[in-house]
C-alpha cells in the first residue's frame, strides 16, 4: 500500500547526540517536507526537497539537516541535541501540488530532548 | 505569504449534532485547498482536497466548500460522532509557493 513511513515514532535521547530521523515514501513522490510542530502549536516548515540532491531551508529555522540521495528517501539529522530541540517533526510528500495534487503525512516522530 | 485563520478555535457539541468549521485565507491564488485532521500527538490525515476550479467535495458524512473569490473553505461534519473528536486543520498552498500554510486549527469535541 502507497503510504508515507516515518521511523521512530517516539525518541527520547540526552542533550549532545546525534540523531537522524527518517521518512520513507513509496508513491514515488518527488516533493518532500519536512514540519515541526510545538504541541497545539502551528506547523512550519523547516526542510524541503523537490527531487534527488535538492533540499532546502523553509520557513523556520532550524539547526537540523536533511538529504535526499534517494527519491523515497528523506531522513533529518540533528548533529548535537538539545532541549529546545524538543518537539514533534512530521514528514509529508506531494507528487505534483502545482497540478492540484494533495499533501500526504507521515505519523510524525515526537522528540524530547533530556 | 498567505494567512490562513479558523474559527472557532474549538467546540464542543453533543453527539449527533450537525457542525460547521470555517476556514479563511487571504490570497486566493491557490492550487487547492486540503482539509486534515489530527488526533492528539499523531501525524495529519487527510481528510478532503478541492481543487482551485471546483466548488466542493464530499466524503461520507463530510462535506468541504470552497470560495475562492471571497477567500473561504468551510467543512461540514454530518451527525457528529465521539470519534469525530480531534483538531481539523485547513491549508491551501499558494501558486508559485513552496510551503503549504496551514490554519490555527479547530479543535472539536463530541460530546457522547
Known amino acids: 500500500e502507497a503510504d508515507i513511513y516515518q521511523t521512530p515514532r517516539y525518541l527520547v535521547i540526552g542533550t549532545g547526540k546525534k540523531i537522524t530521523l527518517e521518512c520513507s515514501q513509496t508513491?514515488?513522490?518527488?516533493?518532500m517536507y519536512w514540519y515541526q510542530q510545538d504541541p497545539g502549536m502551528e506547523l512550519h516548515l523547516i526542510h524541503y526537497?523537490?527531487?534527488?540532491?535538492?533540499?532546502e531551508k523553509g520557513d523556520l529555522s532550524s539547526e537540523s539537516t536533511v538529504s535526499r540521495i534517494r527519491t523515497e528517501h528523506f531522513p533529518l539529522t540533528l548533529e548535537s541535541a538539545r532541549p529546545s530541540h524538543t518537539s514533534q517533526y512530521l514528514c509529508?510528500?506531494?507528487?505534483?501540488?502545482?497540478?492540484?495534487?494533495?499533501?500526504?503525512f507521515g505519523s510524525g516522530t515526537r522528540l524530547t530532548v533530556v | 505569504k498567505q494567512e490562513v485563520t479558523q474559527i472557532p478555535a474549538a467546540l464542543s457539541v453533543p453527539e449527533g449534532e450537525n457542525l460547521v468549521l470555517n476556514c479563511s485565507f487571504t490570497?486566493?491564488?491557490?492550487?487547492?485547498l486540503q482539509w486534515f485532521r489530527q488526533d492528539p500527538g499523531k501525524g495529519l490525515t487527510s481528510l478532503l482536497l478541492?481543487?482551485?476550479?471546483?466548488r466542493e467535495q464530499t466524503s461520507g458524512r463530510l462535506n468541504a466548500s470552497l470560495d475562492k473569490s471571497s477567500g473561504r473553505s468551510t467543512l461540514y461534519i454530518a451527525a457528529s460522532q465521539p470519534g469525530d473528536s480531534a483538531t481539523y486543520l485547513c491549508?491551501?498552498?499558494?501558486?508559485?509557493?513552496?510551503?503549504?500554510?496551514f490554519g490555527t486549527g479547530t479543535r472539536l469535541t463530541v460530546i457522547p
Open positions: 509529508a510528500s506531494s507528487e505534483s501540488p502545482e497540478r492540484g495534487d494533495g499533501y500526504t
Open positions: 508513491m514515488g513522490h518527488d516533493k
Open positions: 526537497s523537490y527531487g534527488v540532491n535538492s533540499t
Open positions: 490570497d486566493s491564488a491557490i492550487y487547492n
Open positions: 478541492i481543487q482551485s476550479s471546483q
Open positions: 491549508a491551501a498552498p499558494l501558486t508559485g509557493a513552496n510551503n503549504l500554510f
